[in-house]
Structure formats: structure tokens, C-alpha cells
């Protein structure tokens, strides 16, 4: 079967006034008769090139498509059909990639395909959870619940995202501005002032003969500097994609680390209750919900542990039970689904964890970024403070012996 194509077009509307815009279509003629269609005569029609569409704007993001799934949502919900609801949602659009891409979608759609059969043709940008929760809400007739349920779960992940990226970011860009400062320093402000030592003819104290020496090993050796922690970089970066004995190692590492463990851990918690409680509610079987929860945590350890859960539900075992014996779950998540499970209400016990853990995870970035504004600031005072003292040591020597001679 053959794939549609993006073209952009230029011709004239009911009104005869010059328009011009982009299509989804199989070939130009089909996208001429869809135009005609939407009463616009045609005047030029031509592929989109690939170059164009790559260069053309920003990326799509996940936030872009939880806006999308919002958006598609309060369509439906308002009783707009499914292929209008994409032609008013893409034409609100800024971003021209994100547009496109729900032109292609809205095309599929109007050929003849499911919604999910449509989104599943870009996995790039809908993951298969995604795909399952639209499919599972087209196969029960309720796409405009589950496209809510869809959207609020997109659009807590991210939030929870955020705050992760947020308390992680915020210490590690000051200190890498700390860093080029006192490169700064060493390579241009320290040389100025053991050109003025080279005249004092007197020894000059330990500390201040360290820091010269530091600056005329970074003088001699910056370019070298930056290209070891630039191959560093890529080779961790390499490494940490093809090992996954790395990246599983990482990830015990950082849940044990001071401070942002608590906070990954409690967002990875957070994680795995809200897309369990969302896949349970969108009737999905459990144990098939646990296959898609377990990728969802961000975390190997609870992949882990939530794959050991999935196995053991499907010999039958309580979830509660399963989740106690795999031993990375706190307490309180264990209760709250064993209570659901008796009361046969556990995607909403699920989704108060959910809520309480995210709610964590936010208490948790704010006492993290309030502690850590004053050791930065300390760490900024000794790195940058540490060069200056060094540097008038020799001064104020000086003035004690100029003073001593009076």
C-alpha cells in the first residue's frame, strides 16, 4: 500500500483570495480533489521535500503531545468529529513539525484507519502505551475518556519529568559556570599578577606557588583539558547507550545517592502508579498492564521489580503480595493497593498513590533546591574566593614586611 506525503500548495478560496498551505495525500491529483473538496482551487502542488521538513521549526516534544491529546480531547468531548477535531487542532499548531505531523495522522485517519493504527506509524512520538490506551478506548467507544485519561497521564509524567530535570540541572549547570570561571581566572587574571610577583625578588608563600603552577599547567594545556572532558563525555555517553550492566549499575547508584535518590526514587513510585492506575481503568487486563507500566518507571531497578510482579500475578498471586516480596516498593503504596484490591477500587487507590508521590517528589525539589543554593554558594566562595586569596597573599606579606621596616 502506497504511503501518503506532505505537499504544499498555493491557490484560491471560495472567496477567490490566495491561500496557500500543507496536505497529506497519496499524490498531488488526490490532494487537488481533497482540496476541491475543502472549496480551494489548486494552482500549484508539490512534495514537500525531506530536507525542508527536517529544518523546518523545532522538534516535536513529549509536552507537545500531551497538548495534542488535551486538545483532541476537548474536540471529542465537545462533539467535533474525530477528522475535523485534527484539522482545527493542527491549524491552532505553532510549531510546523507538530502540525505536519498531525496532518499525516488526520490523512491516515480519513483514508480509513483506526486512530491507533494511524499514531502506531510514528512511534518516534507516540510509545506503544499510547497506541494501547487509544486502541482500547476506539474497541470500547469511549476514545474521548480515554483520550482524557490519556492526556492527564502525559501531562503528569512530564510534570514529574520536569521536576526530576529541575533538581538535577540547577547544582550541575552552577558548578560547571564555577568551573569556567576559575578557567578564566587561571588562564588570564593569575598571569597578570606573577608578572607583578617576578619583580617582588622575595619567596613566594606555598599556596600562592600552587595556584601558579595550576595556571601555567592550564595555560600550556587548556585545549587539552577541554578535549579529555569532551572524550569522556562521548565515551560515557557511548557506553551508557550500548551497556545496559552500565546503565543498570547508574541506576542502583542513583537511588542510593544523598538527597536525589529520595527524589528518584519516589518519582520512579510515582511513575508506576499513575500508568497503572491509567491502563487499569482503560480495561486493560492486569498483568498486560504490567507490561507496559514496568518501561514506564525510568528506573532498571523497578523495571526490574516490576517485571518479577507481572510473573508473579500470572500465576495467580495478589498484586499487593507480589509487590511486598519484590522489596523495592514502600510500605505505604503496598497498602493502598492492597485496600484497593479488596475493594475492588484499585486503579483509584492507584492514582491517590500516584497523586501523594508526585506530590513528594515536588516537597522533595523545592527543600533540595533550598539546600542547595547555600552549598553552592559555599563551593563558589572556595573555588573563585581560594584563587583570589592566593593571588594577594604576596601583597599583604609584603605590607607586613614594608610595615615591619617603618
Not at 318 to 337: D, E, K, W
Request: include cysteine; charge should be neutral.
Amino acid at each position: 500500500m502506497a504511503e501518503s506525503a506532505t505537499f504544499t500548495w498555493e491557490g484560491t478560496d471560495k472567496s477567490g483570495r490566495k491561500t496557500k498551505g500543507e496536505i497529506s495525500s497519496l499524490n498531488p491529483a488526490l490532494a487537488k480533489a481533497e482540496l476541491r473538496k475543502q472549496g480551494i482551487v489548486a494552482k500549484k502542488v508539490k512534495k514537500k521535500t525531506e530536507g525542508f521538513s527536517l529544518g523546518g521549526g523545532k522538534p516535536i516534544t513529549p509536552g507537545d503531545i500531551a497538548l495534542f491529546t488535551r486538545q483532541m480531547s476537548t474536540m471529542m468531548r465537545a462533539g467535533v468529529p474525530l477528522v475535523q477535531a485534527f484539522e482545527i487542532v493542527s491549524e491552532g499548531v505553532d510549531k510546523p513539525k507538530l502540525a505536519a505531523l498531525i496532518r499525516e495522522v488526520r490523512g491516515d485517519v480519513a483514508g480509513g484507519n483506526s486512530f491507533a493504527q494511524s499514531i502506531r506509524k510514528h512511534p518516534l512520538y507516540f510509545d506503544e502505551l499510547f497506541c494501547n490506551l487509544v486502541d482500547a478506548g476506539e474497541q470500547s467507544g469511549s476514545l474521548e475518556t480515554m483520550l482524557d485519561r490519556v492526556a492527564t497521564y502525559k501531562e503528569k509524567t512530564e510534570s514529574l519529568k520536569a521536576k526530576v530535570k529541575k533538581a538535577m540541572t540547577y547544582p550541575i549547570s552552577v558548578l560547571l559556570v564555577a568551573v569556567i570561571v576559575s578557567g578564566i581566572l587561571l588562564i588570564k587574571v593569575v598571569p597578570q599578577f606573577e608578572s607583578v610577583f617576578a619583580g617582588f625578588g622575595a619567596e613566594l608563600p606555598a599556596f600562592t606557588q600552587m595556584v601558579i603552577r595550576l595556571s601555567e599547567f592550564t595555560q600550556a594545556w587548556w585545549w587539552a583539558i577541554i578535549m579529555g572532558g569532551m572524550a569522556l563525555f562521548l565515551i560515557f555517553r557511548t557506553a551508557h547507550r550500548r551497556s545496559k550492566g552500565m546503565r543498570d549499575a547508574l541506576d542502583r547508584f542513583a537511588l542510593k545517592a544523598p538527597v536525589a535518590g529520595d527524589i528518584i526514587e519516589k518519582s520512579a513510585i510515582a511513575r508506576f502508579a499513575r500508568t497503572l492506575s491509567t491502563t487499569f481503568a482503560a480495561g486493560v487486563p492486569l498483568v498486560d498492564a504490567l507490561s507496559s507500566v514496568a518501561g514506564a518507571t525510568g528506573n532498571s531497578v523497578y523495571v526490574n521489580a516490576v517485571n518479577k510482579v507481572r510473573e508473579d500475578v500470572s500465576t495467580g498471586q495478589q498484586l499487593n503480595f507480589s509487590m511486598r516480596t519484590a522489596g523495592v516498593f514502600p510500605n505505604m503504596i503496598v497498602q493502598m493497593v492492597a485496600i484497593g484490591e479488596e475493594s475492588g477500587a484499585l486503579d483509584d487507590m492507584l492514582d491517590k498513590s500516584a497523586n501523594y508521590y508526585e506530590e513528594q517528589v515536588d516537597n522533595a525539589v523545592d527543600n533540595l533546591t533550598a539546600l542547595m543554593e547555600p552549598m553552592i554558594m559555599s563551593v563558589l566562595g572556595v573555588l573563585v574566593g581560594g584563587l583570589i586569596i592566593a593571588m594577594y597573599l604576596p601583597i599583604f606579606q609584603l605590607g607586613s614586611v614594608v610595615g615591619g621596616d617603618h
